[in-house]
């Protein structure tokens, strides 16, 4: 554990990354047979489970790990479907004075 934080702590001023590489890492990573197990797992186990309990620092643990669950998913999908992703942006014409 130790040495995966040294790892992250040489890397963390690195330049940053490329967007499109890294959902290309996500699609790569999670369509592999291993990926899509995990994935899988992670799906059944957490994304779409319901807390029912009446904890609430066990529900916010819960929700934050679907969030991450949910993340993974978006990103394969906009690697998939870029285009579905893409923000159309209409700019309104300055009034002539």
């Not at 996500?26 to 592999?32: G, R």
């Not at 995990?38 to 009446?54: P, S």
Request: charged share 20%; hydrophobic share 45%; glycine share 2%.
């Amino acid at each position: 554990m130790i040495a995966s934080i040294k790892e992250w702590l040489k890397a963390k001023w690195r330049p940053a990354f490329d967007q499109d590489q890294l959902k290309v890492a996500y699609v790569t990573a999670f369509n592999s047979p291993a990926g899509s197990l995990v994935l899988q797992h992670l799906i059944d186990t957490v994304y779409c489970q319901v807390y029912q309990g009446i904890d609430p620092i066990a529900c916010i643990t819960h929700n934050a790990r679907r969030s991450v669950i949910h993340e993974i998913l978006l990103n394969i999908d906009a690697a998939q479907h870029p285009a579905k992703y893409l923000m159309r942006t209409i700019t309104e014409m300055e009034p002539m004075a």
